[in-house]
């Protein structure tokens, strides 16, 4: 079955404890990104990938980093994690930068 | 500003009737679009994607995409108790993606 795997689903951690958030997805997608969805404020990038070792920031990229060193994976490290990272975020990948996006279940993050 | 803009709604519209969800946005480079359903607490899935100006239907489902106007819609008809979620606009514009706040439609028996 063609899918986007997150995990941990829900998270629940102290502020500045390093956390990652995996992402995989089994379709040969070039194109991979992170989203964090809030409450009014919609869908924002955090960062993409559009292949191995290339990845870029999106609109919010700050106390995030990513790393793209399989095609399949992209995970999401937040380092020095803080309240206002407290989200739901979503990854999502497409086999072209334009095309259809698959998203993950998303992963419920709590940062107290 | 913000590069898409939705009315966050709620719309809500009888069962059979037509939804009109509208969505607007700032940069007249962007090229691509795109209409995404989120059920609550499900991720988002595409329904439409409209690259070109004028309309695009797909079963229930018309995109109208109008560059002059920087305005994108979509149509729902026949709408059924089974729409009822948000729907995201979002944009492509150079490598990355621009999603408005969404619309949520209640579509009432």
């Known amino acids: 079955e063609a899918q986007v795997t997150q995990n941990p689903r829900y998270l629940i951690t102290v502020t500045g404890k390093k956390l990652t958030v995996t992402c995989s997805q089994n379709m040969n997608h070039e194109y991979m990104s992170w989203y964090r969805q809030d409450p009014g404020l919609g869908l924002r990038q955090i960062y993409y990938s559009m292949n191995v070792e290339v990845t870029d920031k999106g609109d919010v990229p700050e106390g995030y980093k990513v790393s793209r060193k399989e095609k399949r994976n992209f995970p999401l490290i937040l380092e020095s994690p803080s309240p206002n990272q407290t989200s739901l975020y979503f990854c999502a990948s497409s086999d072209s930068p334009w095309g259809e996006q698959y998203f993950g279940p998303g992963t419920r993050l709590t940062v107290t | 500003q913000k590069e898409v803009e939705q009315n966050s709604g709620p719309l809500s519209v009888p069962e059979g009737a037509i939804a009109s969800l509208n969505c607007t946005y700032s940069?007249?480079?962007?090229?691509?679009f795109f209409w995404y359903r989120q059920y609550s607490g499900k991720s988002p899935e595409l329904i439409m994607s409209?690259?070109?100006?004028g309309d695009k239907e797909d079963g229930r489902f018309t995109a109208q995409l109008n560059k002059a106007s920087q305005y994108v819609s979509l149509l729902i008809r026949d709408s059924q108790p089974s729409d009822s979620a948000t729907y995201l606009c979002?944009?492509?514009?150079?490598?990355?993606?621009?999603f408005g706040s969404g619309t949520k439609l209640n579509v009432k028996p």
């Open positions: 409209i690259y070109s100006n």
């Open positions: 979002a944009l492509y514009n150079f490598n990355k993606f621009y």
């Open positions: 940069d007249r480079v962007s090229q691509s």
